[in-house]
């Protein structure tokens, strides 16, 4: 921990810490994955598809950024490397064997979900902890892949 005049008493700032370590490990591994999915797809829906995926690995950027700065500035470090966050991310691997746009869809959309729902965890966990700015930064986070679940997952939609 680093010092900081920040007001969040300290062992508060620690537990926000580690929270936000944990949501930076998933989001970095849900950006990657959007990344795999952008390359790969392939079938009709091919150029909406890919490009869909690369405006969700954009926007997951956003979150990274904002997730590890958010740490930095309660007196953390952020901890996002490759090695650091496959070991802790929560979010299955994603299928490296999948081509068509159908399975990338189903694997893209589970992603979300799951990233989504711990997202969503994260917004009570900052606020039973009293820090309401974490707690928007989740919310507009979880705002976020709500929509992009939305998204992916209107490509599944079209019958009930
Ligand atoms: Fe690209």
Do not use: C
């Amino acid at each position: 921990m680093y010092k900081t005049k920040n007001d969040l008493p300290e062992q508060v700032r620690t537990k926000l810490i580690e929270l936000l370590n944990a949501r930076l490990a998933d989001a970095v591994d849900l950006q990657t994955q959007m990344k795999q999915a952008h390359w790969n797809v392939k079938g009709p829906n091919f150029i909406g598809l890919h490009k869909l995926f690369d405006e969700i690995n954009e926007e997951v950027e956003d979150y990274v950024d904002d997730i590890a700065e958010r740490s930095v500035e309660l007196g953390g470090v952020a901890i996002g490397t490759a090695r650091s966050v496959a070991k802790k991310s929560q979010l299955a691997e994603y299928p490296l064997q999948i081509g068509n746009g159908h399975d990338h869809v189903e694997a893209v959309a589970t992603a979300l979900a799951t990233f989504g729902k711990s997202a969503r965890l994260a917004i009570d966990a900052s606020d039973e902890l009293r820090d309401k700015d974490t707690a928007d930064l989740f919310t507009e986070i979880s705002r976020g892949v709500d929509k992009w679940l939305w998204f992916v997952e209107a490509h599944l939609q079209a019958d009930r």
